[in-house]
Structures are given as structure tokens and as C-alpha cells.
């Protein structure tokens, strides 16, 4: 049995190493439902080689529910090819959660998790692109209009 709540994905936590699959899997398919700019295999791979050498730029979290994971956010540092910093922002690259289930506070969990592990390297911006309105990131979490994403297919 899994315990419900918020759960930073870690190499040395015993228990990461059994939901680490899950996780894998719900990052690859945001990629799918979200057209993202990442190709599924290769995130998921960097994903797991971050995590199976316990590097310090993965920040990777879920929700439980029972013994599920129904939610999940990934961040990382930017930019990402220097390994010790130093960074210039810390990027939410992955934020999703299952419909029909109310995590609002294990979400503000989350987040303030995010907020403590970013501190620790130093970082004191958080970015994120969102795929949907921004009105809910504006009044739910304080996140604020930082640049705007301009694209031309061509």
C-alpha cells in the first residue's frame, strides 16, 4: 500500500524506485496530450538517468491516491546542460493532474516543495508555460506574464 500525498520522486527513497515507471509513463504522454515540444522517449529517458544518478536537476513530484499516482510535476533547472549551475530560472516543464479528483491542497504542497527544493539551488524564478488559459495560473498559483511564446508554422 502506497501512502496518499505528495511525494518528491528521490534515488535514495526506496519507494521512488517503484512508482518511478508510473511516472515515466504520465511524462511521456503529456508530451503526447500536450504537443509539446519534447519527444516523449528522450524526456523520459533524461528523466530516468537524472534520476538513477541521483542528479540535482530533477525535480520530479506526485500525487498518490489510493496507490495511485494521479498527478505529477517536473521541473528542472535552466539551463539544463550546466550541471552545477549556475542557473538562471528553475522551469516547471510538466504539471498535470487527473480529472475529477480535488488536490488543490496537496498541489499547494507541491508547489511549496518546489519553491524550498529551488531555493536550495540557489534559484529564486520560477517559470512555466501552460498549454491551457492562464487566467487559473494567474489566480490560483501567483504565477505572473513573464514573456510570451510566439510560434509560425511555415
Known sequence: MIPDGVRRIARD???SWGIMPFALDRIQRFCGTYDTDSDPKELSEQVARLFSAGDCRLGLWV???DSKVVAHMLAQP???LTERGPWSYLLIRQAEADKGIDLRQDSKLAL???KQWSKSLGLNRIVMVTHRN???MLRR???QPFKSIMDMRI
Open 13 to 15: 527513497d526506496a519507494w
Open 63 to 65: 500525487i498518490i491516491r
Open 78 to 80: 535552466e539551463p539544463i
Open 112 to 114: 511549496e516543495s518546489l
Open 134 to 136: 492562464e487566467a487559473p
Open 141 to 143: 498559483w501567483g504565477f
